[in-house]
């Protein structure tokens, strides 16, 4: 009898948390895993004196489908992804809805979309964000894809993601990959964010001496204003804790960060479509530096840095002035990641709803915070706004923090402190504010060496070389691009 709602493939505990939040939605279920075992198991302990029903073959969890029929995958990304898709599609007909929730790169999800919809079904590339709990109570949840496949799946989507006042965290985000590529910049954007809280409490300690208990409580206070966040919060909670031993467990733990690749492939893409998304490239590179731990140890004791190494002036007005850095160079990064959002739109033609996006993270995902209410607020004021940094609120915000943020960067060269996040986001502020950039002498410095000609402002859109030494050639180079 066709009497599920949805089917959920992958019972790993994202899964099986995605299932128990739309049972509890008022969703029937249908649960199917490739080990099935794995089926019987969830049924009888977890999903136990629910409405959840399971399938032991795709086959029978697809004759259990209500029309049009949806099924959502969360298994791993790759060709997990595809075998699925593979076996599907026979047992599908035109207009059944395949939903990926998987950590699936966009370009997967853009040439899946494609195939589906040659097959007349409908994909949908969905972002997931907020780990075992969100899934359970609340995730964050980025659905692009077919766009004829939203009504149908909407009411389960809004049901079971986190809400925000009334408000859910998820909408549609816009066509064929965009909902991996928006999920993807989160992911960029939150190691971002987590460098930056890095950077605030390398200051504190190092430059003021600071220990993790007194630095719990400026995290605690920082957490009541701007930059009221999910990260902030843990911070605080991180630094006061711990170890059995009555010390401080952060301390404890090896300098040298991971990474999965997500962050990697927002740098990558940010490259790939030239913007510059440098906050977090230099996070990107800082995990990396902090993962040649060894090297590092050797380096400290043969490169000696400044002399002095702490700082002398008042210690909580320079508090006041990290808060304020970090406030401005967190502007700075949601602004490249909302640039490389829209420099894909383009590239892909999608119609990329910004405030949306803004409010699929304000709730429920990593990054979540109090900022992005005034990010979606900044979109909904004007739709086509180029960038967060023309924003009144946001203008004037980053214009408020910029002295306190230029002396924390200037301090932290002088007492030889690495700040790449704070830094970096500083010269980008500096350089998207400048109306001449020294990228004339790039152009001579190419027309030099490799005729590559030139345009000159005076006669906009006319390329022109000059013979630079008077023995090179006059004529200009359209095929050599060194
Ligand atoms: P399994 O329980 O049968 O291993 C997370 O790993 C989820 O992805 C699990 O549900 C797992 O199924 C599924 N998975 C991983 N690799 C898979 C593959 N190659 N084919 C099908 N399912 C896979």
Same mark, same amino acid.
């Given at each position: 009898?066709?009497e599920?709602?949805?089917?959920l493939?992958?019972?790993?505990?994202?899964?099986?948390n995605?299932i128990?939040?739309?049972?509890?939605?008022g969703?029937?279920?249908?649960?199917?895993?490739?080990?099935?075992e794995?089926?019987?198991?969830?049924?009888?302990?977890?999903?136990?004196g629910?409405?959840?029903?399971?399938?032991?073959?795709?086959d029978?969890?697809?004759?259990k489908?209500?029309?049009?029929r949806?099924?959502?995958m969360?298994?791993?990304?790759?060709s997990?992804?595809?075998?699925?898709?593979?076996q599907?599609?026979?047992l599908?007909?035109?207009?059944d809805?395949?939903?990926?929730g998987?950590?699936?790169?966009?370009t997967?999800?853009?040439r899946?979309?494609k195939?589906?919809k040659?097959k007349g079904?409908?994909?949908?590339?969905s972002g997931?964000?907020?780990?075992?709990?969100g899934? @359970?109570y609340?995730?964050s949840?980025?659905?692009g894809?077919?766009p004829?496949a939203?009504?149908?799946?909407?009411?389960?989507?809004?049901g079971?993601a986190?809400?925000?006042?009334s408000?859910p965290c998820?909408?549609?985000v816009?066509?064929?990959?965009?909902?991996?590529?928006? &999920?993807?910049v989160?992911?960029?954007?939150? #190691?971002?964010?987590?460098q930056?809280?890095?950077?605030a409490?390398?200051?504190m300690k190092?430059?003021?001496?600071?220990?993790?208990?007194e630095?719990?409580?400026?995290?605690t206070e920082w957490?009541?204003?701007?930059?009221?966040?999910?990260?902030?919060?843990?911070?605080?909670?991180i630094?006061?804790?711990?170890?059995?031993?009555?010390e401080y467990l952060?301390?404890k733990i090896?300098?040298?960060?991971?990474q999965k690749g997500?962050g990697k492939?927002?740098?990558?893409s940010?490259?790939?479509?030239g913007?510059?998304?440098?906050l977090i490239?230099?996070?990107?590179f800082?995990?990396c530096?902090s993962?040649?731990?060894?090297?590092?140890?050797t380096?400290?004791?043969q490169?000696s840095g400044?002399?002095?190494t702490?700082?002398?002036?008042?210690k909580?007005?320079?508090?006041?002035?990290i808060r304020?850095?970090?406030?401005?160079s &967190?502007?700075?990064? #949601?602004?490249?990641g909302?640039m490389?959002?829209?420099?894909?739109?383009k590239?892909?033609?999608?119609t990329?709803? #910004?405030?949306g996006?803004a409010l699929?993270w304000?709730g429920?995902c990593?990054?979540?915070s109090r900022?992005?209410?005034?990010?979606?607020e900044a979109?909904?004021?004007?739709?086509?706004l @180029?960038?967060?940094l023309?924003?009144?609120?946001?203008?004037t915000?980053?214009?408020?923090?910029?002295?306190?943020w230029?002396k924390?960067v200037?301090?932290a060269v002088?007492?030889g402190?690495?700040?790449?996040?704070?830094s970096t986001?500083?010269?980008?502020f500096?350089?998207?504010?400048?109306?001449?950039?020294?990228?004339?002498?790039?152009q001579?410095q190419r027309d030099?060496?490799?005729?590559h000609t030139?345009?000159?402002?005076a006669s906009p859109?006319?390329?022109?070389?000059?013979?630079?030494?008077g023995h090179?050639g006059?004529v200009s180079?359209?095929t050599y691009?060194?």
């Amino acid at each position: 009898m066709a009497e599920a709602d949805i089917a959920l493939i992958g019972l790993a505990v994202m899964g099986q948390n995605l299932i128990l939040n739309m049972n509890d939605h008022g969703f029937v279920v249908c649960a199917y895993n490739r080990t099935v075992e794995k089926v019987d198991k969830f049924l009888a302990n977890e999903a136990k004196g629910t409405k959840i029903i399971g399938a032991r073959s795709l086959d029978e969890m697809v004759k259990k489908l209500k029309k049009p029929r949806r099924v959502m995958m969360l298994v791993k990304a790759g060709s997990a992804v595809d075998a699925f898709i593979d076996q599907l599609v026979p047992l599908l007909e035109k207009g059944d809805i395949i939903i990926d929730g998987g950590n699936s790169e966009y370009t997967d999800s853009r040439r899946r979309h494609k195939s589906l919809k040659e097959k007349g079904l409908l994909f949908v590339g969905s972002g997931v964000s907020g780990g075992e709990d969100g899934a @359970r109570y609340g995730p964050s949840l980025m659905p692009g894809g077919e766009p004829e496949a939203w009504p149908h799946i909407k009411d389960i989507f809004q049901g079971i993601a986190a809400k925000v006042g009334s408000e859910p965290c998820c909408d549609w985000v816009g066509e064929d990959g965009a909902g991996h590529f928006v &999920k993807m910049v989160h992911n960029g954007i939150e #190691y971002g964010d987590m460098q930056l809280i890095c950077e605030a409490y390398s200051l504190m300690k190092d430059a003021l001496g600071m220990s993790p208990g007194e630095m719990s409580e400026v995290f605690t206070e920082w957490n009541k204003g701007e930059l009221d966040s999910f990260l902030i919060e843990i911070t605080k909670d991180i630094l006061a804790y711990k170890d059995v031993d009555g010390e401080y467990l952060v301390e404890k733990i090896k300098d040298a960060a991971g990474q999965k690749g997500t962050g990697k492939w927002t740098a990558i893409s940010a490259l790939e479509y030239g913007m510059p998304v440098t906050l977090i490239g230099e996070a990107v590179f800082a995990r990396c530096l902090s993962s040649l731990k060894d090297e590092r140890v050797t380096a400290s004791s043969q490169l000696s840095g400044p002399e002095v190494t702490k700082y002398d002036g008042d210690k909580k007005a320079f508090i006041e002035d990290i808060r304020q850095a970090l406030y401005a160079s &967190k502007i700075v990064s #949601y602004a490249q990641g909302f640039m490389l959002m829209r420099e894909a739109a383009k590239e892909f033609n999608w119609t990329l709803n #910004y405030g949306g996006i803004a409010l699929m993270w304000r709730g429920g995902c990593i990054i979540r915070s109090r900022f992005l209410g005034n990010i979606k607020e900044a979109f909904e004021k004007n739709a086509s706004l @180029r960038n967060l940094l023309l924003d009144d609120f946001f203008k004037t915000e980053i214009l408020k923090c910029q002295k306190a943020w230029r002396k924390v960067v200037s301090q932290a060269v002088l007492l030889g402190i690495p700040t790449p996040a704070f830094s970096t986001a500083l010269a980008f502020f500096d350089g998207y504010r400048s109306a001449r950039l020294p990228a004339n002498l790039i152009q001579a410095q190419r027309d030099y060496f490799g005729a590559h000609t030139y345009e000159l402002l005076a006669s906009p859109g006319k390329f022109v070389h000059t013979n630079w030494t008077g023995h090179g050639g006059n004529v200009s180079s359209s095929t050599y691009n060194a």
